[in-house]
């Protein structure tokens, strides 16, 4: 197993570091896993002046997965677009056609009270946001700046084909298939034509899968009942925008960003592995950030790409019973708890590994 280990910026070398821990075990216990390390984001503007130097691409087109910690800092603002940490992001989904997000919001029993929401509305939730990643709003064209009528004007194109809208379709219903067999497609096309193509390619797709039960809501409505009702929800798929925006609205059901991994996959299941938190450059190097969404990162990896389901299912139970045994860091602490840093997390989930 070649995975490629971009540390990132801010806390990523910190959280990233518990995770090849991680690996490490599992190395030691018998699965060949072979780990390279590259730049991408700030770190990889400094040494080389690109956020996705040629060398990082050539190794994450070799490798069969890649683990990635975070991207970004506000010491990067003042630079040209192209060349802002958050392109190699971009640029290594586009260069690796990683088309499928896959976003878990799952909250743990033990974290019930760190919701912001009632224990009672959150209790027991399990979501799958399946996001398309490489389309949309973000890569369109045209997009640019420029003076009209002697106004500065800004502009992007939401532009889908149904090829694009049919894969991540085939990605969301099969999730839906291992899960409860329900899919919420989310769209806007009440006002955009875009999102009306994406509603009928969906619905074609519904076809090839009877078993499931499939819905559909528009975004604005699915956000409010996100909040209402989390658990009328099993799978939802949605494009890139509404994705991004639903997924971190998710995330904080659960009582923090600092527990969702996610898993951004190509045709073949090769993937980009990484915690849906930033980098956080306010706490970074401090030994306070939570690793465990992280940690989750690396049983995503385990199980969508190379098939190790066992391997998977012992770290994400790992993690579990850190939790029963009342370890937190500062996101997720709560009086009655034992307040840790990111390194004694990764200690204990070694512990019960």
Known sequence: MKIAVLAGDGIGPEIIAQGVRVLDVLRRDGLKIELESGLLG???????????????????????????????????????????????????????????????????????????????????????????????????????????????????????????????????????????????????????????????????????????????????????????????????????IFGDILSDEASMLTGSIGMLPSASLDENNKGLFEPIHGSAPDIAGKNVANPLATILSVAMMLRYTFNQEEAALRIESAVQKVLSQKYRTGDIFEPGTILVGTVEMGDAVLKNL
């Open 42 to 240: 700030g770190c990889a503007v400094d040494a080389t002046g690109e956020p996705f130097p040629d060398v990082t691409c050539q190794l994450v087109k070799d490798a069969d997965a890649v683990m990635l910690g975070a991207v970004g800092g506000p010491q990067y603002d003042a630079l040209s677009r192209e060349n802002r940490p958050e392109r190699g992001l971009l640029g290594i989904r586009k260069a690796l056609n990683l088309f499928a997000n896959l976003r878990p919001a799952i909250l743990y029993p033990e974290l019930a009270n760190a919701s912001t929401l009632k224990p009672e509305v959150v209790a027991g939730l399990d979501i799958m946001i399946v996001r398309e990643l490489t389309g949309d709003i973000y890569f369109g064209e045209p997009r640019g700046i420029e003076l009209r009528d002697n106004l500065r004007t800004g502009f992007n194109t939401m532009v889908y084909n149904e090829v694009e809208i049919r894969r991540i379709a085939h990605v969301a219903f099969q999730a839906a298939q291992k899960r409860d067999r329900k899919l919420c497609s989310v769209d806007k096309m009440n006002v955009l034509e875009c999102t009306q193509l994406w509603r009928d390619v969906v619905t074609e797709t519904a076809k090839d899968y009877p078993d499931v039960s499939l819905s559909h809501m528009l975004v604005d409505n699915a956000a409010m009942q996100l909040i209402r009702d989390p658990k009328q929800f099993d799978v939802m798929v949605t494009g890139n």
